[in-house]
């Protein structure tokens, strides 16, 4: 096996000829740097990565992979990676495309000490993320960075937004354990979307914190893996949806889905999901108040599965004794309850200029729920 030279910068015309493995007399496709997303490949560009070095496939160890887009267009990637030779010895490579679609392609270099681990092979990883397709992990962002990070260590993960990959779907995680001996990787997707109003409805649009997700064969390696209690079956994602193309013009609606995170109205456990609303035109000034402090109208509700509303009702009734932060039937669909509370309500103001501003988006959300009952 070939392993080719030192350190090197190579413009971007030679960068073209490089990458597309010229040398060993194949035709030559585009550099990823401003190739649309819709002619993309992962694993296509990883072969080529390792035709171009001469790095043996089955004998390669990924550290990092690195790929960003903006406006369907590939724009910058990087790749860290080691491959033995026929004789053991073990050498790393780095290939990057910097701001200006020009290649630093750094490779060849022997490491002295060759590290007493396991392999990472990312072929399989680069397929899974074949299934699922770059124009949908996108999903409609204006720009996306997706980081491919190798992990040996023991390590708890417990992110808002964790999913599992296998066979092109996502499914929704709680926790995952790896031992101290694992051999894994995580996958990062970094989405920035719009937020102008004409912006059509995407689920990724609401993960600004980005995802983590995990091959499903990576999790055969972790110690322990605990699904998410709400798995966002395509009826979830449509109920969002509805939702989402309601609410007034100029209100903005963000989801909650991290569980541990979500808090409850006083006697509720934590909720399927939580969506907060918030009126970003308009604010109401605080009767009173000498530091002349304003807020935006808002409404935060907390969603649970259909089945348990009688058990939520009972717990509603229980806690009317109380004041202030305890539970409030909103309304319901065939799916779900929604349960909010008088503090979540414009932050428990209800003077005549906040409820004006509040009132638009309480008749749409009504008149959604009416709609939703009224399909069965």
């Known amino acids: 096996m070939k392993l080719h030279g030192p350190a090197i910068l190579i413009p971007a015309f030679m960068a073209v000829l490089l990458i597309a493995g010229v040398l060993n007399g194949c035709a030559p496709p585009e550099l990823p740097y401003l190739m649309p997303v819709s002619e993309f490949s992962f694993t296509g560009f990883w072969d080529e990565i390792l035709n171009t070095t001469g790095a043996s496939g089955n004998r390669t160890h990924l550290q990092s992979f690195d790929l960003r887009t903006r406006e369907d267009k590939i724009v910058y990637s990087s790749a860290m990676f080691s491959s033995y030779d026929n004789e053991g010895n073990l050498f790393s490579f780095a290939i990057v495309t910097d701001s200006q679609g020009q290649l630093e392609w750094l490779g060849g270099d022997l490491q002295e000490e060759i590290p007493e681990r396991p392999m990472y092979d990312p072929a399989e990883t680069f397929a899974e993320l ?20 190798y992990i040996y260590d023991e390590r708890h ?20 354990s790896f031992r101290k001996d694992a051999c894994a990787a995580t996958i990062q997707v970094l989405r920035s979307c719009s937020r102008d109003a004409d912006t059509p409805f995407a689920l990724g649009m609401f993960r600004s914190m980005g995802e983590w997700w995990f091959t499903g064969n990576d999790l055969k390696k972790a110690e322990s893996v605990v699904l998410a209690k709400n798995q966002q079956r395509p009826e979830f994602v449509s109920f969002l949806k509805g939702i989402y193309n309601t609410i007034p013009e100029g209100w903005e609606m963000r989801l909650s889905t991290h569980e541990g995170y979500m808090d409850s109205p006083q006697g509720l456990e934590e909720p399927l999901f939580r969506l907060d609303f918030e009126d970003t035109e308009n604010s109401f000034s605080i009767v009173q108040d000498p530091t002349n402090t304003t807020i935006s109208p808002n409404l935060r509700l907390f969603f649970y599965d259909i089945k348990e509303k009688e058990a939520i009702m009972k717990i509603i009734e229980e806690q009317e004794k109380y004041s202030w932060d305890i539970p409030l039937y909103y ?9 909010t509370s008088p503090v979540y309500i414009n932050c428990g103001r209800y003077e005549d200029e906040a409820m004006m501003y509040y009132e638009p988006l309480e008749e749409a959300l009504k008149s959604f729920f009416m709609e939703e009952r009224n399909r069965t």
Do not use: F, H
């Open 157 to 176: 993960c417990n992110y808002a937004d964790m999913y599992r990959l296998d066979n092109g779907e996502l499914l929704p995680l709680r926790e995952v």
């Open 331 to 339: 309304d319901e669909s065939p799916l779900y309850i929604a349960v």
């Open 130 to 149: 074949d299934s699922i397709g770059i124009e949908s992990i996108i999903d409609g962002a204006k720009s996306t960075d997706i980081r491919i990070d």
